[in-house]
């Protein structure tokens, strides 16, 4: 079992950076696919993007490709979500999520989420 929380959410003004950390606990955080996931208000759950076990796979929407990037570090039990060139439409709840195979956590049915940190984009 893995349990998740995110850190660093915050108030940004468009076209700054933030980054996101998702800490895991448990000894087999190794062994599992992360991602991250967001939702505006009004709107349904999104996925943003996604890391294998590994780190050596990635995936992100189209929607933030070449402005986020997702990394992962085994030995801290985190993950990364590093939020450059932001706009006001990436203003959400972002979540992380965690599931042994990383195209489960592509779908949104990943069997850990954490609570959500919200992001705010100011224009």
């Known amino acids: 079992q893995v349990h998740v929380l995110e850190l660093g959410g915050g108030l940004v003004q468009a076209g700054d950076s933030l980054r996101l950390s998702c800490a895991a606990s448990?000894?087999?955080?190794?062994?599992?696919?992360m991602g991250w996931f967001r939702q505006a208000p009004g709107k349904g759950r999104e996925f943003v993007a996604a890391i294998n076990w590994s780190g050596e796979r990635t995936s992100q929407s189209d929607s933030v490709k070449g402005r986020f990037t997702i990394s992962r570090d085994n030995g801290w039990n985190t993950v990364y979500l590093q939020m450059n060139s932001m706009k006001p439409e990436d203003t959400a709840v972002y979540y992380c999520?965690?599931?042994?195979?990383?195209?489960?956590?592509?779908?949104?049915?990943?069997?850990?989420w954490g609570q959500g940190t919200q992001v705010t984009v100011s224009s």
């Open positions: 448990g000894r087999t955080f190794g062994r599992y696919a």
């Open positions: 999520a965690a599931d042994l195979s990383t195209d489960t956590v592509i779908s949104g049915r990943s069997a850990y």
